[in-house]
């Protein structure tokens, strides 16, 4: 089966189209005129042709495609703060691999142009094939748990090397997860649609990120340059999310996550929703429960988002086998297998055995296992350390994701 991003095998060497600096400041005042939206903009362009010639036009003209508000705010005198920006602007375009895609250049995303509001400008710093190639969308609590974390990881990476870019807002918790997950596919890419002007980073402990999302990826903002970080700002950058893949995968979420929001637009847009279940107790699996109960696809593994997408993950390469191997050694494993991993003692089986997937208290776990405190504490311990569980604020535990079922003890 093809890979996700085949049919967009010409992408890699696309170019935003070139703006002089008349063109840029037309842009830049009708996208800064208070009263104009982008969709009389949208509606007005699609009947001019160009920013210039827009202002050009009467306002009889005017009026009578977008309305007397539009018209006045279009041929109002531009704010001094936009003839202040325009310099920066022009600097900022003339550094590597920095775009500015305006709404009717050829390489402005397809998927954006399906929405009924898309951004006039928007500041692209990376590759622009990604915006061009099928994408998921991972999403999630900023507050996540260990496991959240890891799962989100180990989707975007798996998601990414089947070719599909993996695109979050920059976020603590599950979006920086699912970025830095994209980033170790040997073929993917990420794409970080942020909430600020594409010159700042927010938050500030994910400024090694945005550099590496710049390098490997690509970040995108629809806000002029030097915009701080407002709450308004936020479900706003969503609804590009959402504009820019064919699915959103919602990874732990609260009943008023601002994920929820990104998977309903995702819907309203026709893209699928896909949420991972988690414990009837945990209060970040409630967002996620909320959207299955909406029709989201309860999901589980990457192949079954791949599989809905049309899509597949790469083939494996097979293993050597070692040619002194024999078939039936004293394991009884196959020449490929490893070695087994060392065993856990019988009491940290039994915390195992007795450690769910919803967070334990220390009573909880005492209470299934009728270990005593110290006892418990060193089997706890073990377990942290052979990476089989995960300790949580609060005093809770929670097993790994990875950690197998216990061993049956004779």
Same mark, same amino acid.
């Given at each position: ?261 990104? /998977?309903? &637009?995702?819907? *309203? ?5 896909? #949420? @991972? %279940? +988690? ?5 970040? !699996? =409630? ?91 060193? /089997?706890? &311990?073990?377990? *942290? ?5 995960? #300790? @949580? %604020? +609060? ?5 790994? !994701? =990875? ?8």
């Amino acid at each position: 089966m093809a890979p996700a991003n085949a049919q967009d095998v010409g992408c890699k060497a696309m170019r935003a189209h070139p703006i002089n600096e008349a063109e840029l400041g037309a842009w830049l005042a009708l996208t800064g005129a208070r009263g104009l939206g982008p969709v009389a903009l949208r509606a007005l362009l699609a009947a001019f042709g160009s920013p210039m010639a827009l202002r050009a036009q009467p306002f009889g003209a005017l009026a009578a495609v977008a309305g007397e508000a539009a018209a006045r705010a279009v041929l109002a005198p531009p704010p001094a703060t936009i003839c202040a920006h325009l310099p920066a602007v022009t600097a900022w375009c003339a550094q590597p691999d920095n775009h500015l895609l305006a709404l009717t250049d050829p390489a402005y995303p397809p998927g954006l142009l399906a929405m009924h509001d898309p951004p006039p400008l928007l500041y692209v710093k990376g590759r622009l094939d990604l915006l061009h190639t099928a994408a998921i969308a991972i999403v999630g609590s900023r507050d996540a748990t260990p496991q959240g974390l890891e799962d989100a990881g180990r989707f975007a990476e798996a998601l990414a090397r089947a070719g599909l870019a993996v695109v979050s807002g920059l976020a603590l918790g599950i979006d920086g997860a699912a970025h830095h997950g994209a980033l170790r596919a040997e073929r993917g890419g990420t794409v970080a649609v942020v909430g600020t002007g594409i010159d700042l980073v927010y938050p500030a402990r994910h400024h090694a990120l945005a550099h590496a999302i710049a390098a490997q990826g690509a970040i995108v903002s629809e806000w002029p340059l030097g915009t701080p970080a407002r709450p308004a700002h936020f479900p706003q950058r969503n609804r590009l999310i959402a504009g820019l893949v064919k699915g959103v995968l919602v990874v732990e979420a609260a009943v008023r996550s601002g994920s929820l929001i990104t /998977a309903r &637009l995702a819907n *309203e847009m026709g893209r699928d929703v896909f #949420a @991972l %279940p +988690g414990s009837i107790h945990a209060p970040l !699996a =409630r967002g996620c429960h909320a959207l299955i109960k909406e029709g989201a696809r309860l999901t589980e593994t990457p192949e079954e988002i791949l599989d809905e997408l049309g899509l597949s993950l790469p083939s494996a390469p097979r293993r050597p086998q070692r040619a002194d191997a024999g078939t039936d050694g004293a394991s009884g494993g196959t020449p490929d297998e490893p070695p087994d991993a060392p065993s856990l003692s019988p009491k940290a089986e039994r915390v195992l055995a007795a450690l769910g997937h919803a967070p334990a208290t220390l009573e909880i776990l005492a209470a299934r296992t009728d270990l005593p405190g110290a006892a418990l504490q060193a /089997a706890l &311990l073990e377990l *942290e350390l052979r990476a089989c569980a995960h #300790a @949580l %604020p +609060g005093g809770r535990f929670v097993r790994a !994701a =990875r950690a197998g079922p216990p061993s049956r003890h004779a």
